[in-house]
T-cell receptor, first 114, second 111 residues
Framework: EAQVTQNPRYLITVTGKKLTVTCSQN?????MSWYRQDPGLGLRQIYY???????DKGDVPEGYKVSRKEKRNFPLILESPSPNQTSLYFC?????????????FGPGTRLLVL | SQQGEEDPQALSIQEGENATMNCSYK?????LQWYRQNSGRGLVHLIL?????REKHSGRLRVTLDTSKKSSSLLITASRAADTASYFC???????????FGKGTMLLVSP
């Protein structure tokens, strides 16, 4: 089954404790991205990647890192989480081909930073 | 930066009625997409309309695009309680680029 998976689905942590949220897709998509969703603000893009070893900042990259060493994986790293990073996070992927603009979203990771 | 803005923010209707949501955006686009999100879950793609298209249909969904007004509308006909969700428009400025989402319309369909 074609899907985007994220782990963990729920995470409670404390300020400053490094964490990684994994994202994996099995559709051989070139393009992957991370969004955060906050009440009243909708979805905002954090980082995106056009292909392996190619990443770029989205609208709200501060406090986040990403890497794209393999095509299927795009982990989101919070080196020193802060309470303002409490949010619902979504990973998404899409094919890079023309006419293939639909993005496929993971189920979300709900993060609480105390 | 927010490209698409949905209107209304919330909409409450009865089953069987039609629901119309609007989206306005600021810059020229390559395509506009509508997504649905059930409470706290992942987004599901509904329909995509390209900048050279004016109207598209998919089942009970009808999307229009007016590039001169930089606006789009999503019509759900004969709504059902299962249509209760948040609906987001997202714009893509050029092929191969990122999607920019609006803040969404929360639709409640009562039995």
């Amino acid at each position: 089954e074609a899907q985007v998976t994220q782990n963990p689905r729920y995470l409670i942590t404390v300020t400053g404790k490094k964490l990684t949220v994994t994202c994996s897709q099995n559709m051989n998509h070139e393009y992957m991205s991370w969004y955060r969703q906050d009440p009243g603000l909708g979805l905002r893009q954090i980082y995106y990647s056009m292909n392996v070893e190619v990443t770029d900042k989205g609208d709200v990259p501060e406090g986040y890192k990403v890497s794209r060493k393999e095509k299927r994986n795009f982990p989101l790293i919070l080196e020193s989480p802060s309470p303002n990073q409490t949010s619902l996070y979504f990973c998404a992927s899409r094919s890079g081909g023309a006419g293939q603009e639909t993005q496929y979203f993971g189920p979300g990771t709900r993060l609480l930073v105390l | 930066s927010q490209q698409g803005e949905e209107d209304p923010q919330a909409l409450s209707i009865q089953e069987g009625e039609n629901a119309t949501m609007n989206c306005s955006y600021k810059t020229s686009i390559n395509n506009l997409q509508w997504y649905r999100q059930n409470s706290g879950r992942g987004l599901v793609h509904l329909i995509l309309i390209r900048s050279n298209e004016r109207e598209k249909h998919s089942g009970r969904l009808r999307v229009t695009l007016d590039t001169s007004k930089k606006s789009s509308s999503l019509l759900i006909t004969a709504s059902r309680a299962a249509d209760t969700a948040s609906y987001f428009c997202a714009t893509e400025i050029s092929g191969y680029s990122t999607l920019t989402f609006g803040k969404g319309t929360m639709l409640l369909v009562s039995p």
